[in-house]
């Protein structure tokens, strides 16, 4: 189940003192590994990328309108 590590990570959430980012990502529609299908896994690796680059501080600025 995510109910007890998604607790762990709210109470973490609130003890934390640094800017750093604390992610809790519960994929309940794979298996032990990842996803199977090819498009399934090509989105996993886009958000892990995603996630590295943020970590990083290497994302692009949104312009305000």
């Known amino acids: 189940m995510y109910s007890e590590p998604a607790k ?3 109470k973490l959430r609130d ?3 640094d800017g750093n980012l604390l ?6 529609g ?4 990842s ?3 090819r ?3 090509l989105q996993e690796d886009a958000f892990t990328y995603a996630f590295i680059l943020k ?4 994302t ?3 312009a305000s309108l």
């Open 8 to 10: 762990y990570v709210a």
């Open 15 to 17: 003890l934390k003192t």
């Open 23 to 28: 992610l809790f990502k519960c994929e309940l």
């Open 30 to 33: 794979a298996g032990h590994f």
């Open 35 to 37: 996803k199977s299908g």
């Open 39 to 41: 498009f399934e896994k």
């Open 55 to 58: 970590a990083l501080g290497m």
């Open 60 to 62: 692009p600025k949104m």
